[in-house]
């Protein structure tokens, strides 16, 4: 089924499952879809109300989770086109902005040297053009807490390890293609490392309120190895199993 | 060791060996998946709410869930009511063979045990009024990936010397009669799946495929997904940008064999599906052993629907 909205972005919504459904705003990644993906969420959200069971954005889709022991498949369809007639994107700017310190060091983001290698920079070149944007964060997912933010400039993208590591520590700051993420805690993952952060993500994902939401904006942050200890900073290598 | 477990005056159970995987279970998470938690919770639900009816507890206090045993065993501290539902993993009281779908009194110094599965995969143990467990975003679900969950709110499974404590007494012994209950699947059985998502990308040949032939458990299957194998599925589609994940989302990775996701699957994924079971079949498939062959069938939406609130009312209807 299909739906024109106001300012034309055609959403197509499609069964997910016996009490899901999948609303569908855009075919590409792009930054500018975040407005309308917020939009969606929050206008969902007062529709579905106590019926709502699950409500999970990402880059270009919103996955509707209903109660089917309070409505049914066809009234769940009714109820997000009515939610989402005349949809309006949301003002990005309301999204927050977070300054991430990071120490970037082989010790505990070997992937540093072959990341700058491949992009024909210095470390401290890599390091600097890491830093030097303002990362959209896109979706959460993952584990919790963790945000797919983007998008790395081009000169550093770099493909995911062929083999993923068995460990990768909490904190961990990488790329995999044109996108940056932090890995909350202590998990398998093919991204490419390149330092390591002391931001508690994962606390306050457990705690039901993530540091990141969808829109906002991360910006990185090198510090030095004493600031990152004297922060608390575990500054244990990055334990490499083969 | 966490407060509720050492709360005084109060008997518990103890883990004197531990099997392949224990872990402390409810209904699971909701709510939750925008902040990247998983669902989590019992695998087999329909067995989970069984064990809980048979004492008379809410139907999602938390509970066991038991994979295969394998030498699993408790000794309790004081005479307690418990039900056992599910897989029959030859459990046994002090050498005795326990009648599985039913509720047992365990007494000081018996010794409880789950040996081997004869039937299914999952058991679930139900207590008084329910397990104590820190609740976590909701649940006391325990999913290991997350470190979310479980007795010391760290995803572990159970392991030797845990104190296991409960809420209360049995508010009520009840019988599941002749017929009724769960129902262990077996080789050849069906499971429904509601068609959607990327389906149309599949080729034609891959569709007749995916629902006129059997396709086999794999021994890759786990709380996070079940891997089916048989012949290999493709369509015009290898990836998609990653989108959430509902319960028994039948994804298709490019080697063309399907893996369902169940209860502990990531929120967001990106490979192309075919639809989703409906949680009954999930419910099944959770006790499938490898090498048990099952068949899709498609459903549409609303009879899934239908079929799942029939499920609902058996609980309520005596």
């Known amino acids: ?242 | 060791m966490s407060q509720i477990a050492t709360q005084e005056g109060q008997q518990g159970m103890i883990v004197k060996q531990t099997g392949p995987l224990a872990l402390i279970q409810d209904a699971g998470r909701f709510g939750v998946g925008h902040l990247g938690v998983t669902q989590g919770g019992a695998a087999d639900w329909i067995s989970f709410r069984w064990a809980n009816w048979l004492l008379g507890n809410a139907l999602n206090s938390t509970a066991l869930e038991i994979v295969m045993g394998g030498g699993l065993s408790f000794e309790t501290e004081s005479e307690v009511r418990l039900a056992l539902t599910g897989a029959d993993l030859d459990a046994q009281l002090d050498g005795k063979p326990l009648a599985p779908n039913a509720s047992f009194k365990l007494l000081p110094g018996q010794r409880l045990i789950f040996r081997q599965p004869r039937q299914g995969l999952r058991a679930y143990l139900a207590f008084p009024g329910g397990l104590n467990a820190p609740e976590v975003l909701g649940s006391r679900a325990c999913t290991a990936r997350e470190q979310i969950g479980g007795l010391y709110e760290d995803g572990k499974p159970l392991k030797v010397g845990d104190r296991l404590t409960w809420k209360g007494t049995a508010p009520a012994v009840r019988r599941i009669t002749e017929g009724q209950g769960p129902r262990m699947p077996v080789s050849g059985c069906r499971l429904p799946i509601v068609l959607g998502s990327q389906i149309a990308s599949f080729s034609g040949s891959a569709l007749f495929q995916a629902f006129n032939q059997p396709w086999t458990v794999d021994n890759r299957a786990d709380r996070m997904g079940v891997r089916l194998t048989g012949p290999a599925l493709y369509g015009s589609l290898t990836g998609i940008i990653s989108e959430g994940i509902p319960l028994g989302a039948v994804q298709v990775p490019p080697d063309g064999q399907p893996i369902v996701l169940m209860n502990d699957r990531q929120t967001i994924g990106g490979y192309p599906r075919l639809g989703a079971l409906t949680p009954m079949a999930c419910a099944t498939l959770a006790q499938c052993l490898p090498g048990t062959e099952v068949w899709l069938t498609p459903v549409s939406a609303s009879q899934a629907q239908e079929d799942y609130r029939q499920q609902l009312t058996v609980w309520h209807s005596r």
């Open chain 1, 1 to 242: 089924m299909k739906l024109t909205t106001e300012k034309s972005i055609a959403i197509r919504i499609e069964t997910a499952a016996m009490d899901a459904l999948m609303v569908r705003l855009f075919n590409t990644i792009d930054e500018s879809n975040m407005a309308w993906v917020i939009a969606a969420d929050q206008a969902l959200r007062d529709a579905f109300g106590a019926v709502l069971i699950d409500l999970v954005p990402s880059y270009t889709t919103l996955l509707v989770h209903y109660d089917c022991q309070q409505m049914n498949h066809a009234e769940a369809l009714q109820l997000i086109n009515r939610a989402l007639s005349g949809l309006a994107p949301v003002d990005t700017q309301r999204g927050q902005l977070h300054d991430i310190p990071v120490w970037y060091d082989e010790s505990v983001g070997p992937e540093l040297p072959l990341v700058a290698k491949r992009a024909g920079l210095s470390v401290d070149a890599l390091i600097e053009q890491h830093c030097n944007h303002d990362y959209c964060v896109f979706a959460l997912g993952f584990a919790p807490g963790y945000g797919f933010m983007g998008l790395v400039d081009e000169a550093i993208a770099t493909p995911r390890l062929k083999t993923p590591r068995r460990k990768v520590a909490a904190g961990s700051v990488g790329i995999a293609d044109r996108q940056t993420a932090i890995y909350p805690l202590l998990s398998p993952g093919g991204w490419n490392i390149l330092g390591r952060t002391n931001v508690p993500l994962f606390e306050h994902a457990k705690r039901g309120r993530p540091l990141f939401r969808p829109g906002d904006k991360v910006r990185f942050r090198a510090i030095s190895r004493a600031e990152f200890a004297a922060d608390g900073g575990d500054t244990t290598p990055m334990e490499e199993r083969p």
